[in-house]
């Protein structure tokens, strides 16, 4: 069965603080990792990894993916209130995208 | 630059009552996903479509029905609603392989007592 699984569940963090988020898949016939950003609606995407070791970067958000453990990271660096959010992270598999539970990230001022 | 359009909003079914949720685009993709989304529990796919006249169960389809008869149109159908089916749904379209990166609509948040 396919799955994807991120840690923590839920993190609470002061203004300033680095976390990382993860998240590790199980899936047959993988073709790219997702991350995306949930602030009471939608889902807004942030970053799409198809290739091991490379890392992307918006601003103070930056993601790798590593195809041999099976597991990708999400880093906030500097973090304000507004990274307040459920981040999710989902697995394409061809015509289905698999998303984890997510993890709920609330930034303390 | 409407994307992927949802209605209605908000909705409050009683057991048993059916109801259409509509989803509409206007990026001529021919992916589109039906999803719903408990608390703590991430989104579930409920039905794909990848092109019109084509549609697939995903890992939740009991209780719910789609048709796809126009590329834009993807409605989901809750037959006889239960109240396990209380949940938010969310509709997405998807840029075509090589791009794959799902669009989604704002949600409707459905009650079932």
């Known amino acids: 069965e396919d799955k994807v699984v991120q840690s923590p569940l839920s993190l609470v963090v002061h203004e300033g603080d680095t976390v990382t988020l993860n998240c590790s898949y199980e899936v047959t016939n993988f073709r790219s990792l997702l991350w995306y950003k949930q602030e009471k609606k939608a889902p807004t995407f942030l970053f799409m990894l198809?290739?091991?070791?490379i890392e992307k970067k918006s601003g103070r958000l930056s993601s790798i993916l590593d195809k041999k453990e099976l597991f990708s990271i999400l880093n906030i660096t500097a973090t304000q209130t507004g990274d307040s959010a459920i981040y999710l992270c989902a697995s394409n598999t061809g015509n289905q995208f698999y998303f984890g539970t997510g993890t709920s990230l609330t930034v303390i001022p | 630059n409407a994307g992927v359009t949802q209605t209605p909003k908000f909705r409050i079914l009683k057991i048993g009552q059916s109801m259409t949720l509509q989803c509409t685009q206007d990026m001529n993709h021919n992916y589109m996903y039906w999803y719903r989304q408990d608390p703590g529990m991430g989104l579930k796919l409920i039905y794909y479509s990848v092109g019109a006249g084509i549609t697939d169960k995903g890992e939740v389809p009991n209780g719910y029905n789609v048709s796809r008869s126009t590329t834009e149109d993807f409605p989901l159908r809750l037959e006889l609603a239960a109240p396990s089916q209380t949940s938010v749904y969310f509709c997405?379209?998807?840029?075509?392989?090589?791009?794959?990166?799902?669009?989604f609509g704002s949600g409707t948040q459905l009650s079932v007592l």
């Open positions: 997405a379209s998807r840029t075509e392989p090589g791009l794959e990166k799902l669009f």
């Open positions: 198809t290739s091991s070791g």
